[in-house]
């Protein structure tokens, strides 16, 4: 999965995933429209809904795999 | 992505965000949208680009702060357009209705150009009408998504509370309709195939009583039946006999589409270019006016050769998804539909009568025929809106392409230094309604010297013109505009030489040659003796 959500975030984002990998617990690497971009197409991808707090949650490439891993298994 | 993949990906892929944020546009912004608002637009603006392409349109947004104030201090006054982008849940104050409207006409007060105007978040019946911008109304989608047409547990990151499955009907709705139809004049007609489109099956082999009218054709049948009594023509080029789509038409009657829904029918078996070209010719308008509809990819791609800039559509066999995209084809949305586009139908049927009536009388003889009457009326303020909007929609005969707003006719005619002359035009067969204007402006060059008249602006309707008295339009008209602002008969010609304007350049060579450098006295006698003519 992990692979899997560094490839989305890199579609969305336009960054390498080379580049998200080595900043994975960077926040800052998205400003709020990419943010909700993200939030749309992780919701789509993994037929998933996030709740408020995991919205606010989920502002680093690790923390969203983290998560995600929570909610999908 | 050409054309038609375009209208595949966005008709029948039901594409996702994502795909949509993909999309590269290739047309270079040529338009600017000012956006005022009080919420996030930026979400709409990342999948607008595929709709407005299909329109053959490139925008740039720019945005205002988040103003619940509306003092519009960061509006962009060279926009095209401007989107008032309003969240009335923003605001506790008691007559908000008020308000809104107090800025709107504010705002109509300074920016001369489309504004459109949406709001959401409340339940306010503005009247706004009056104030000439375009109300958006989202209401009747935050009625069909219910609970799903606020999303708030993104408002703090996205800036507004549409949910994305909002953003993506509105992005999808404006990029198709709503901004082609604030910046671009809409399409005149539509030319439509027979066979696999307005039904299932081919006449030639299945005969009258043989093709199928599905219930898919038959909305689609009426889509165009509306799209006509909204003042489109609609005309037929196909490869049939003309017997026998005269007789499909006479026969099956329970085709919403009867034969007086078409203005033309090119029933043979020449090349549809060809069918095409001389459709435009009899409505004396130009191809990329027209919207071609037609199932087969050979057809299309021979017309789209001869006639690059036509608007296409490439009926399916599933005949909802050519409905689909006929109800969302940019340049068929009308804000406003005026008494002039109804007339617009009977004006060219009258016209095909004309021609012949033409053929076979001397030009006197014919004009007295014809018992053609013109109104020339100074400054009447009742013609605003018709004026700005003919002069928003000519293409051809039309001098300076000023594209005046109503409020800068309306400041014209206030003005004692110009005058604004409207000439309307009847006869025995058609009433024409408004089909010319004269825009003159008073100059001298000292306040001693004696003052001419410059010629601003002169557009007349393609409807009227060649009926043998284009000379009387333009030239009566820019008499009666002299002598209401009271100067000697010195006239000054401006003329831009535009893409499509050539019957106007044609129209100032014969003319206008000595009145374009400076200004020269000018002459003109109207033959009262077999037109009537009125001066208001």
Redesign the interface.
């Known amino acids: 999965m992990s692979e899997q959500v560094f490839q989305l975030i890199s ?2 984002s336009k960054k390498s995933v080379e580049e998200l990998k080595a900043s994975q617990n960077d926040t800052g690497l998205w400003d ?2 990419l ?3 993200l ?3 992780l919701e ?1 991808e993994f037929d998933i809904f ?3 707090d995991e ?2 949650e989920i502002d680093t490439p690790a923390k969203i795999v983290e998560i995600l891993q929570l909610k999908v298994a | 992505m050409n054309k038609l993949d375009l209208q595949a990906f966005l008709f029948e892929q039901n594409p996702k965000r994502r795909e949509l944020l993909d999309f590269v546009s290739t047309i270079e912004p040529s338009y600017r949208i000012s956006i005022v608002r009080n919420h996030s637009f930026e979400l709409i603006e990342n999948t607008i680009r595929p709709y407005l392409e299909y329109g053959g349109l490139g925008v740039e947004f720019s945005y205002s702060s988040y103003d619940d104030s509306l003092s519009f201090l960061e509006l962009d006054l060279a926009a095209d357009a401007v989107i008032l982008w309003l969240d009335l849940s923003a605001y506790e104050m008691q007559d908000l209705q008020s308000f809104v409207e107090e800025r709107i006409a504010h705002l109509r007060s300074i920016f001369k150009g489309s504004i459109l105007f949406s709001p959401c978040g409340g339940d306010i019946n503005f009247n706004v009408d009056s104030l000439k911008v375009v109300h958006y109304d989202l209401s009747s989608l935050e009625q069909r998504l219910g609970n799903l047409f606020f999303d708030l547990r993104l408002e703090a990151f996205s800036g507004t509370k549409l949910s994305n499955n909002s953003i993506l009907e509105i992005s999808r709705d404006l990029g198709l309709n709503y901004i082609p139809a604030l910046l671009r004049p809409s399409l005149k007609g539509l030319v439509i195939d027979l066979d696999n489109t307005l039904y299932q099956g081919v006449l030639g082999e299945d005969g009258f009583d043989g093709v199928l009218l599905s219930d898919a054709h038959h909305q689609l049948q009426t889509k165009l039946k509306e799209l006509s009594k909204l003042g489109f023509f609609l005309s037929i080029a196909s490869k049939n006999d003309e017997r026998d789509v005269i007789e499909l038409f006479e026969k099956r009657t329970d085709f919403p589409l009867q034969l007086d829904d078409f203005v033309s029918i090119h029933a043979n078996w020449e090349r549809k270019a060809d069918s095409i070209s001389a459709i435009a010719k009899s409505l004396n308008i130009s191809t990329d006016s027209l919207l071609f509809v037609d199932d087969n990819i050979g057809e299309i791609a021979s017309v789209c050769e001869e006639h690059p800039s036509i608007g296409v559509i490439w009926a399916k066999d599933d005949a909802l998804v050519t409905l689909s995209v006929l109800s969302n084809y940019p340049g068929l949305l009308k804000l406003d539909v005026r008494i002039e586009d109804t007339l617009r139908k009977s004006d060219t049927i009258a016209n095909q009568k004309r021609r012949e009536i033409q053929n076979s009388l001397s030009h006197q003889s014919y004009i007295k025929d014809l018992n053609v009457q013109l109104v020339f009326d100074v400054d009447n303020p009742t013609d605003i809106d018709r004026i700005s909007e003919l002069s928003n929609k000519t293409n051809q005969f039309i001098f300076s392409y000023k594209r005046y707003s109503p409020q800068q006719i309306e400041l014209l005619m206030r003005d004692d230094q110009s005058a604004v002359v409207t000439v309307s035009l009847s006869d025995r067969l058609s009433e024409s309604g408004i089909i010319g204007v004269i825009v003159l402006v008073k100059q001298s060059a000292t306040e001693f010297e004696s003052e001419w008249g410059v010629l601003e602006e002169c557009f007349v309707s393609c409807r009227a013109l060649g009926r043998g008295i284009d000379d009387l339009i333009v030239l009566g008209g820019i008499r009666v505009a002299l002598y209401s602002l009271c100067i000697e008969p010195m006239l000054k010609v401006e003329f831009t030489k535009g893409e499509r304007n050539h019957p106007a350049e044609k129209f100032c060579s014969k003319h206008f040659d000595t009145f374009m450098a400076s200004a020269a006295g000018f002459e003109y006698e109207m033959p009262l003796d077999y037109i009537s003519v009125t001066v208001k």
């Open positions: 579609e969305v709020s429209l943010h909700v971009e939030v749309f197409a789509a996030f709740s408020p919205i606010a």
